[in-house]
Structures are given as structure tokens and as C-alpha cells.
């Protein structure tokens, strides 16, 4: 257990719709970083978020955004959903906000887009 | 293109057997490389982290190389066992704030 919480474990939904996925970050981390990982593909970087703020971006798409809040906890909003966009959806934490610091995964969220 | 290539792509081996899987870089400049373990449908787990001056570092039945100068990395497994079984994972780290790129990954099937 890397003391990183997601969720919903699993989400379906319809094409169109929008979803929220949420995650806290391991007691103590400042730093929340947001990857996408599609069937039999390897994880894209999203984005990250230190202390509230957003400190890096990815390959993430204008439909989505996200957010830390004061307590730590970030949230990914999902909008205008896809087919492709069926994923699974992991949440990472660091210590600080270099990339250098180990990064501990959370369990993903599951998102099925019909 | 991708900075961060792994081969092979997927490998089975016989539970006992050692096996290497190969992640080659172009990633700089360089700060760090790590491997992670990913069991199917679930998030990864670091193995190990290496620094541009560390050669070797292992974790149990992990053994982990570096050549900076070739910007290659291997990541051994001795004696495998069925839990052996996941996606392993090269993440080089870049930059001063280190940016990570990930590898594809390469799977790993353990048989009886």
C-alpha cells in the first residue's frame, strides 16, 4: 500500500458526459502528478500540481483540468468524454516538487467510456 | 519518438530462470533512472532509483545497471517467480526539475 488514495476504483460512463476522479496524496506530500495509461500503452504525464499550484504539464487535453486543493487532495475533471478516452487513470505523490523524488502510485481509477 | 526505448517488448521465462530486460535513453540532461515493477491493473511500484554516478543498485532479486556513457540500463531478475509476473517500467528523469519520460515497458511472463 504506497498510502496514495483514489477514487472511484471504477467509473462508467456514457460519451459526452463528465466525470471527477479524486486522489490524496500520502501523508506529508506536497506534490500530486496525474498520468494516463491506455490498454497495452505506457503511462503519459497529465500533469502536476505543487502546494496548490500547477507546476507541470503534459500531454492532457483542453477537456481536461484539475485541481489541488488547501488540504492536498487534487481531483482530475473529465469533460465531453470520448471513447478513447477509457483508461486507467493514476494519481501519483512526491515529497517535494521536483520530479527528482521518488513518486508513489496510487491504485488508479478504471474509467470505461461506452 | 520516444527518449526512453525498452526491449523486448514482452518476454516469457521459466520460473527459476534469470532474465534481463534492456532500456536504452537519449533523454538529457540526465538526473536519475528508476524501474518499476507494474502488476496488471494496478499502479507501479518503484524498484529501484539511480543517480548519473551509481553503477549498480539491487532490491532483493532486482539488480539494476547503469552505463551513463551509453545511456543504457538493464534491469536483472534472478531466480524469478510467478509474482515475478508484471510490466516493468524505465523512467529516465530530466532537467533540474526532473521531468520524467517513461519507457513503453516490458512485459514479463513467468511460467510453472
Known amino acids: 500500500d504506497s498510502g496514495v488514495t483514489q477514487t472511484p476504483k471504477h467509473l462508467i460512463t456514457a460519451t459526452g458526459q463528465r466525470v471527477t476522479l479524486r486522489c490524496s496524496p500520502r501523508?506529508?506530500?506536497?506534490?500530486v502528478y496525474w498520468y494516463q495509461q491506455s490498454l497495452d500503452q505506457g503511462l503519459q504525464f497529465l500533469i502536476q500540481y505543487y502546494n496548490g499550484e500547477e507546476r507541470a504539464k503534459g500531454n492532457i487535453l483542453e477537456r481536461f483540468s484539475a485541481q489541488q486543493f488547501p488540504d492536498l487532495h487534487s481531483e482530475l475533471n473529465l469533460s465531453s468524454l470520448e471513447l478513447g478516452d477509457s483508461a486507467l487513470y493514476f494519481c501519483?505523490?512526491?515529497?517535494?516538487?521536483?520530479?527528482?523524488?521518488?513518486?508513489?502510485f496510487g491504485p488508479g481509477t478504471r474509467l470505461t467510456v461506452l | 519518438k520516444n527518449q526512453v526505448e525498452q526491449s523486448p517488448q514482452s518476454l516469457i521465462i521459466l520460473e527459476g530462470k534469470n532474465c534481463t530486460l534492456q532500456c536504452n535513453y537519449t533523454v538529457s540532461p540526465f538526473s536519475n533512472l528508476r524501474w518499476y515493477k507494474q502488476d496488471t491493473g494496478r499502479g507501479p511500484v518503484s524498484l529501484t532509483i539511480m543517480t548519473f554516478s551509481e553503477n549498480t543498485k539491487s532490491n532483493g532479486r532486482y539488480t539494476a545497471t547503469l552505463d551513463a556513457d551509453t545511456k543504457q540500463s538493464s534491469l536483472h531478475i534472478t531466480a524469478s517467480q510467478l509474482s515475478d509476473s508484471a510490466s516493468y517500467i524505465c523512467v529516465v528523469s530530466a532537467g533540474s526539475w526532473g521531468k520524467l519520460q517513461f519507457g513503453a515497458g516490458t512485459q514479463v511472463v513467468v511460467t510453472p
Open positions: 501519483a505523490s512526491s515529497p517535494q516538487g521536483i520530479g527528482d523524488n521518488e513518486q508513489f
Open positions: 501523508s506529508g506530500d506536497l506534490s
